[in-house]
């Protein structure tokens, strides 16, 4: 068995990893058309901002122990620029001498990822002061230039998770950022009243945050940042972290099935429309765990999951994926922001009949020093009791609680469940009643 792998970071290493154990003479293939595999993106952000201050913590793995480890050929710079379907054959340009060679495959795995999208913004391309995060030459390079530059003012574009990693991030080297944000909120899994509380939070820390303006153009190379509503920012440096589209360009022109926004199309095995590759990770469209529609959530925990998926389904195991829930966490300066499932948001877009709790419990009891509220909504059908999806906001103890919903909404639990949940309880950790036994009470 010859089994060709497209990527080499979160869902290339993790399937690479997972077939060598079900196969030890499977002969594995992985191809990373950058330097490094199997580097920890997520703290990519934290590097930069120096609570991270090894940059070798952000090499997980190297071509070489890997290699080694689990007995992988593993080929770096090395990018596969053609599939040939109908052969069996992928074209690989090495990057390191410039020559380009066909490889041939029994299975092909795409786990190629998604880049930050960069619009046609006019002036965009004579900014040299603007960065987009996604790998550690990226990383390098913000990195570079703040150290060297010392920039005073930032401008990050987008309030996702990236966005808000990095204004948190610059604002800890001392550098004044300003959040520019299209939409009306920041963080989109969150439903606006709870997102408020990280707004104030963002203005409490000194972060200029602008919602509901985009940018129309850059002006002075960058050193000017131009709004659709007129406003002018003189800015130092950009981040521009407005998402990221599936890097797709291969499959398509292989004719591999994609959606309209150019995520590869896979059934629940994690197979695309040819018989011979399986595709996973940010640029696959994949079902939504809650409301069963086509979704796209490009996060560690699916990546790593779906890898494990393909690699015991190459091997014959035919495992379905249930589909992703989104549970996310972000630090956001002092708070904790977690979410999992559906917000109010999708279920009012998809015309579900839901109902809302709010609760604001403590993070633990009140007689013990340390305690803050949580924010936590909830979200769920009346009439089966079906859960949704939860949100928290708070100092401390959010993740657990995102973490106990998310664990029920996948086992099926209903809201009259959350009563009987027993989490553990000491004073300096939760309440005998946790919240979530708090949202069973309220549901009731
Ligand atoms: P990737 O891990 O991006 O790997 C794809 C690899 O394929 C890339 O290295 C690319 O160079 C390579 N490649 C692409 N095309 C080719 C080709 N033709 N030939 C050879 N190689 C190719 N997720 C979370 O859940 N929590 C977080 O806190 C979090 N923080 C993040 C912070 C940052 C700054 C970034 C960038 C991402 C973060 N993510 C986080 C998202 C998470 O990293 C991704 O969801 C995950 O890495 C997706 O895995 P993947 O295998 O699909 O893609």
């Keep these: 068995k010859k089994i060709v792998i497209v990527g080499g970071v979160a869902g290339g290493a993790s399937t690479a990893a997972r077939l060598r154990r079900l196969d030890e003479n499977a002969q594995i293939i992985m191809f990373e058309k950058g330097e490094y595999i199997s580097f920890a993106n997520c703290g990519l952000p934290y590097y930069i901002g120096g609570t991270i201050n090894?940059?070798?913590?952000?090499?997980?793995?190297?071509?070489?122990?890997?290699?080694?480890?689990?007995?992988?050929?593993?080929?770096?710079?090395?990018?596969?620029?053609?599939?040939?379907?109908?052969?069996?054959?992928?074209?690989?340009?090495?990057?390191k001498s410039g020559e380009t060679y066909e490889e041939t495959y029994d299975t092909l795995v795409l786990s190629p990822g998604a880049n930050p999208i960069k619009p046609p913004i006019p002036g965009i391309d004579e900014c040299d002061n603007l960065f987009t995060l996604r790998n550690i030459p990226d990383t390098d390079k913000v990195k570079a230039y703040v150290d060297?530059?010392?920039?005073?003012?930032?401008?990050?574009?987008?309030?996702?998770?990236?966005?808000?990693?990095?204004?948190?991030?610059?604002?800890?080297?001392?550098?004044?950022?300003?959040?520019?944000?299209a939409s009306d909120q920041v963080m989109a899994p969150l439903d606006i009243e709870m997102v408020s509380i990280v707004h104030d939070h963002l203005i409490d820390k000194d972060v200029e945050l602008i919602l509901k303006d985009g940018v129309n153009s850059f002006a002075d190379k960058g050193g000017k940042v131009i709004l659709s509503s007129g406003k002018e920012i003189v800015t130092d440096m950009i981040i521009l972290s407005i998402g990221v589209k599936p890097e797709t360009t291969i499959a398509k022109d292989a004719n591999i099935k994609l959606n309209e926004r150019g995520a590869i199309v896979v059934d629940e095995y994690m197979k695309t429309s040819d018989e011979n590759i399986y595709a996973l990770g940010d640029a696959v469209e994949i079902m939504d765990f809650?409301?069963?529609?086509?979704?796209?959530i490009p996060l560690a925990w699916p990546a790593n999951r779906q890898g494990r998926i393909v690699a015991n389904n190459i091997c014959g195991k035919n495992e379905k994926y249930k589909g992703t829930l989104g549970s996310s966490v972000a630090k956001v300066f002092d708070y904790t922001v977690a979410t999992t499932g559906n917000n109010e948001?999708?279920?009012?877009?998809?015309?579900?009949?839901?109902?809302?709790?709010?609760?604001?419990?403590?993070?633990?009891?009140?007689?013990?020093?340390?305690?803050?509220?949580?924010?936590?909504?909830?979200?769920?059908?009346?009439?089966?009791?079906?859960?949704?999806?939860?949100?928290?906001?708070?100092?401390d103890g959010v993740e657990k609680r995102i973490d106990v919903m998310a664990t029920a909404?996948?086992?099926?639990?209903t809201?009259?469940?959350?009563q009987d949940i027993e989490p553990c309880y000491a004073p300096p950790y939760n309440s005998a009643k946790d919240p979530v036994n708090m949202l069973g009470y309220y549901a009731e």
């Design 148 to 181: 060297n530059k010392k920039p005073k003012h930032a401008v990050v574009i987008g309030g996702g998770f990236i966005g808000l990693e990095m204004a948190e991030n610059l604002h800890e080297l001392g550098i004044k950022v300003t959040l520019v944000e």
């Design 54 to 95: 090894e940059r070798e913590k952000l090499i997980v793995q190297t071509v070489e122990a890997m290699s080694s480890k689990f007995n992988l050929n593993i080929r770096n710079l090395s990018e596969v620029v053609k599939i040939n379907k109908e052969e069996k054959k992928v074209v690989v340009k090495n990057h």
């Design 290 to 296: 809650v409301n069963k529609k086509p979704t796209m």
């Design 409 to 413: 909404i996948k086992g099926g639990l």
């Design 345 to 395: 948001k999708i279920l009012k877009r998809l015309g579900i009949d839901y109902e809302v709790i709010h609760i604001h419990p403590g993070s633990h009891a009140g007689y013990y020093p340390g305690a803050f509220p949580i924010a936590m909504k909830m979200t769920f059908d009346p009439k089966t009791g079906k859960i949704f999806g939860a949100q928290g906001v708070g100092m």
């Design 415 to 418: 809201v009259f469940d959350l």
